[in-house]
């Protein structure tokens, strides 16, 4: 919004002409979204608190400590997230650019479909809320236009192929097997982050972590002169992600001040399901889906520890793990929770420089 309103005014003052870099427009979203979060970070908690009672349902199955150092907390926290994301991406992208769009819906989207899973288990006082089929429905639902609007979007060269990273031109050539794969993608980096947020601060650091280095290589890939350096696949438009990314970042910080152990709110589905959409999206359209397992490879450990533990125990009645996710197997081994979620912040860091890497490794 701003910079349609005030770059066209950068030949009468040119200290506007700073609305053109998508840099100093993403700083600009960047601070937006964090002081929202600021400014009404305490208003929507006291209110969350005054509506919920009770708070978030905690799972009999979990770790009984849960019970004990969580009961009380408020839920759907990320509402505040969505409103600080939604404040700064709009208030500083070029909102001429469909991939913002795209971005948005599937954020907001998920958002909606976690949002309705916790009103229904707050009002309910219940851990179950939409059923686990439904869910998926809407979500497949969402990414479908998604990957769609993406393919239509994408240069006739790129369209409906996937990058290999580690390599310089290849390209996999999937047609209309894009838009599936581009679900995919979607809605398991969606709920492989609902997975991982199950202690104070353990999936928000990750997500941010995991969106700077998205936002790097979008800045690269929607740069024609230093994509063609690298030797990575131009996608002209996608640069304007950056800004998007940028306020997500914000907001990720600013609920981080309020979700830091001991957490006064959680995130809830309907911030988890949003955040993971939103990188599985950015992903799908800068075209480093297999990036986002390396950089996002802490949601994909957590994902994996659960399908194991799954299969082990129909398989052979057996548990791999003392508990899944990944993070209650370490916790059921004593580990202090403040010791687990700052160590899964330093695994999140290592692997996204890993995903860094592969610009250069060609």
Not at 135 to 161: C, R
Not at 191 to 217: C, E, K, Q, R, Y
Not at 318 to 339: N, S
Request: net charge positive; glycine share 10%; proline share 4%.
């Amino acid at each position: 919004m701003l910079y349609h309103l005030l770059f066209p005014l950068s030949e009468d003052f040119a200290v506007l002409n700073l609305f053109r870099y998508i840099s100093f427009r993403t700083g600009g979203a960047v601070i937006t979204a964090l002081v929202i979060c600021f400014i009404f970070g305490p208003r929507i908690i006291r209110w969350l608190k005054s509506k919920q009672g009770k708070g978030q349902p905690i799972r009999d199955d979990g770790p009984q400590s849960h019970i004990v150092t969580k009961q009380g907390t408020p839920t759907m926290g990320g509402f505040l997230i969505l409103i600080a994301l939604a404040a700064g991406t709009l208030l500083w992208a070029d909102l001429t650019e469909a991939y913002v769009w795209i971005c948005i819906l599937v954020t907001m989207g998920f958002g909606l479909v976690g949002f309705i899973d916790d009103y229904l288990k707050v009002t309910r006082n219940s851990s179950n809320g939409i059923s686990g089929r439904l869910k998926l429905l809407l979500q497949f639902s969402i990414a479908a236009v998604a990957a769609i609007w993406v393919m239509n979007q994408s240069s006739p060269e790129l369209a409906g192929q996937i990058a290999v990273p580690f390599a310089k031109d290849v390209l996999i050539p999937l047609g209309f097997g894009f838009i599936a794969f581009a679900m995919l993608v979607i809605v398991g980096a969606s709920n492989a982050v609902n997975l991982t947020d199950g202690l104070d601060g353990l999936a928000t650091m990750p997500v941010i972590i995991a969106a700077g280095t998205f936002a790097l290589i979008a800045y690269l890939v929607g740069n024609s002169v230093f994509s063609e350096y690298l030797q990575i696949h131009y996608v002209a438009g996608s640069g304007e992600v950056v800004v998007f990314l940028g306020a997500l970042i914000g907001a990720g910080l600013g609920f981080l001040w309020f979700n830091a152990p001991p957490a006064m709110v959680f995130m809830g589905d309907t911030g988890s399901l949003a955040l993971g959409g939103a990188l599985g999206s950015v992903a799908v359209i800068i075209k480093h889906e297999i990036v986002l397992a390396i950089v996002g490879g802490l949601f994909v450990l957590e994902t994996v520890s659960v399908i194991v533990q799954v299969i082990s125990f129909k398989l052979t009645g057996k548990r791999v793990f003392r508990m899944a996710p990944l993070h209650h197997h370490y916790e059921q081994k004593g580990w202090a929770e403040p010791t687990i979620v700052i160590r899964f912040w330093i695994i999140a860091l290592i692997l996204a420089l890993a995903g860094l890497a592969t610009l250069k490794l060609r």
